[in-house]
């Protein structure tokens, strides 16, 4: 069969590797954007040695693509049937477009695939890893592009140690970058300039965080609307600069992974896959620290507005004012969720109008009303029909006196 191509996903992203005019159909036909691969790359991957040599050639005749996996193309990758490999993580799958088909199908392969040894499969999902978080970096990138303040300003200006550290480390960790895509390889040199950059970020990150629990308690101490609007108005840039250095520091830890992944190809090849492994789980658990605290910070900012609507008929200036901070500061949250791939429930809070805030008063005042006529007329009825009884009762009693005087006078009239 020809027009075979192979898949190789490891959950974060799928690898597409054949023929490049295939492997470009493939992609038009999915409708799935893609970035290099890196065929050169997977050359130093997969080492020297004869059995090696071999895939080295067959890679050279061969081209790579990487996809991202987003839900919308997961769910499309998902038809073709991956799966599961010896490596951990991996699934792959061997797709083709035989004759006059035009959609591509699963297919069988023989011992022939390129990538049935685990060790090609593990490099492979290596280089893999390795695109996925510079994917992420350069995302980073245009999101501190995008800001008011860029985060290097933020850290210049700043006069405390640890982010001087961190500045200082930043620059290294560049340059460190710029010499492995220069060699290929990081070498024992290399790497021992970045080695105690992991403790340097780690500070950094976990400063940025207090600072941002720090700016949340701030707002979530004032009770009088007044301080509120003020608190807030104060925390919103704050905010955003903070995130602005999270996001960095995000970015720096994902640069020092690349690395390392590369360091230990270079000296245990061995170790890779479980390097690879778990350095996904302590990425994680960096994406969950930030979550958490950046969730509670969300969760205050959503409380201030509750808070500021509620007094909008007492307060209309400054209750909206404190909505609109607080919502600057949730859909920036959320736009740094965004960036770093964390799943993030936002709902900002609307402003209550003056106005609404008013006719909903006005409303319940009316109900209430409607509900007081009510009982006053049936009280009224009531009443009335007690005095239209208290009135009969007078009227026979004045009618049965005056026949009484009427009959008496008569009465007397005949005795004289």
């Known amino acids: 069969m020809n027009n075979e191509i192979q898949l190789i996903s490891d959950g974060d992203g799928l690898a597409v590797m054949g023929n490049a005019t295939d492997v470009e159909r493939f992609l038009a036909s999915e409708v799935l954007p893609s970035k290099d691969l890196g065929v050169q790359r997977l050359k130093s991957v997969f080492g020297t040695g004869a059995t090696v040599a071999q895939a080295g050639s067959d890679i050279a005749a061969d081209s790579g693509r990487w996809v991202k996996l987003t839900k919308e193309s997961a769910e499309r990758v998902k038809k073709f049937g991956l799966m599961e490999s010896r490596t951990p993580g991996v699934s792959h799958a061997m797709v083709g477009k035989p004759g006059s088909i035009k959609s591509w199908l699963q297919i069988e392969k023989g011992a022939g695939s390129f990538l049935t040894s685990p060790a090609r499969l593990a490099g492979v999902a ?60 990081v070498s024992e040199v290399t790497w021992s300039k970045v080695q105690t950059a992991p403790t340097t970020i780690a500070e950094t990150q976990a400063y940025a965080l207090r600072q941002l629990d720090a700016l949340a308690e701030k707002s979530e101490s004032k009770s009088k609307i007044g301080d509120l609007a003020t608190a807030v108005k104060e925390v919103e840039p704050k905010v955003r600069e903070w995130l602005a250095v999270l996001a960095r520091c995000f970015q720096l830890q994902d ?162």
Request: charged content about 30%; glycine content about 6%.
């Open 126 to 185: 290596g280089v893999m890893a390795q695109l996925s978080m510079q994917q992420t970096m350069d995302e980073i990138t245009d999101y501190l592009a995008t800001i008011d303040e860029k985060v290097d300003d933020v850290l210049r200006a700043q006069k405390d140690a640890v982010l001087s550290r961190m500045i200082g480390m930043d620059l290294v960790i560049e340059e460190t970058m710029t010499i492995r895509e220069q060699v290929g390889r």
């Open 255 to 416: 640069a020092i992974a690349v690395l390392e992944l590369d360091r230990v190809l270079d000296a245990h090849p061995d170790q890779l896959d479980q390097h690879r492994l778990g350095l996904r789980v302590a990425r994680q658990n960096r994406l969950d620290l930030i979550s958490r605290s950046t969730e509670r910070l969300v969760a205050r900012m959503n409380s201030a507005a509750d808070a500021a609507n509620a007094k909008v008929l007492l307060y209309p200036t400054k209750s909206p004012a404190v909505v609109q901070s607080s919502n600057h500061v949730v859909t920036g949250v959320h736009d740094f969720h965004a960036r770093l791939g964390i799943e993030s429930g936002r709902q900002s809070s609307e402003a209550r109008r003056w106005v609404d805030a008013a006719a909903e008063v006005k409303d319940k005042a009316l109900e209430t009303g409607a509900k007081g006529v009510s009982v006053a007329r049936s009280l009224g009825n009531e009443t009335l029909d007690r005095a239209g009884s208290v009135k009969g009762k007078l009227s026979s009693e004045i009618a049965e006196r005056a026949r009484r005087l009427r009959r008496d006078e008569k009465e007397s009239d005949k005795e004289d």
